[in-house]
């Protein structure tokens, strides 16, 4: 497995210190394959779209680079016990709080660097079983918690205080809470061609960017339709014959705050292909523009 992203924040340019989170380029793992690192039931076995998919544990994708995670969580029908799941088709056999102690260990070795976990779906989820699982987050990460009125926003500053986490929890419970944060929009195409994708990406672009975070997902989507005219393709070949075109197109993103820069770009197939560092190499752009206007105040 490819380290060398795993203290990609740390290791960037003093001169992006300063530069909002909301303007840098992080790569992030799409809802498809956020639960991904956990051993799928046997049931994924008759879903042909998500055969082939790597099941690497949180902490690898972690040190690979992600930093952003879309995590939809529920509670199992008929389970009396107050357990939470991940799930995206079929239920995980981790439990949500398990996988998320895994990533507050892993924050402790790696003190620079900032991760957003984006909650949501709550399937089968009350009041009580809201109220329960938000103590039990801000119990894990403590004083690690991003407040959501946080004015800055730059790694400086998250250093200086402290915080690893932005946690984002589309609920209205949320606004009972000053450490989460509203739900973050997420551009998702429902495409199966890197082309179908990538037009409606830059749709999006051309009618400018959130001020906050927000999320470009890469995902390419095969829906029951696509899978019985296709039924040898898997999410893992689709990618691969889709990777050229979307690896030229990320290419030539640039982040930033100008209204067609992008922020999170979110993939399904972190690991077999080189996203994250792609995504990560963005940032230099960033700092050309900054040098550049440094330069220029001289």
């Not at 995590?71 to 357990?83: E, F």
Request: glycine share 4%.
């Amino acid at each position: 497995m490819d380290r060398s992203c795993q203290d990609w924040m740390a290791a960037l340019p003093e001169d992006l210190w300063d530069t909002p989170l909301t303007h840098l380029a992080i790569p992030g793992l799409s809802p498809t394959l956020s639960g991904s690192w956990i051993n799928f039931s046997a049931a994924s076995q008759d879903l042909p779209s998500l055969n082939g998919l790597p099941h690497r544990s949180i902490e690898e994708q972690l040190s690979m680079g992600i930093r952003y995670f879309d995590l939809r969580v529920a509670h199992k029908p008929n389970d009396s016990s107050s357990y939470l799941y991940f799930t995206h088709v079929i239920y995980t056999y981790l439990t949500v709080l398990k996988t998320l102690e895994s990533v507050a260990t892993w924050l402790k070795s790696h003190p620079k660097e900032i991760v957003i976990l984006a909650c949501s779906h709550f399937e089968g989820m009350d009041d009580t079983c809201h109220e329960s699982f938000i103590f039990s987050l801000k119990k894990l990460f403590g004083f690690k918690l991003c407040p959501w009125k946080e004015s800055a926003l730059t790694l400086r500053s998250l250093w200086a205080s402290g915080y690893q986490v932005i946690l984002s929890y589309d609920a209205q419970i949320t606004a009972r809470h000053p450490e989460l944060w509203p739900a973050i929009p997420y551009w998702w195409a429902n495409q199966c061609t890197a082309q179908g994708v990538t037009s409606y990406l830059d749709w999006n672009k051309d009618h400018g960017r959130p001020k906050g975070f927000f999320v470009a997902g890469l995902n390419l989507t095969a829906d029951k339709c696509y899978i019985a005219k296709n039924p040898k393709e898997s999410l893992r070949t689709l990618t691969y014959s889709n990777w050229e075109y979307l690896r030229k197109w990320v290419k030539d993103q640039v982040p930033g705050s100008d209204p067609k820069s992008l922020n999170i770009i979110a993939g399904d197939f972190v690991g077999p292909l080189p996203l994250c560092s792609l995504i990560i190499a963005l940032n230099q752009k960033l700092q050309k523009k900054t040098t550049s206007n440094t330069k220029k105040h001289h």
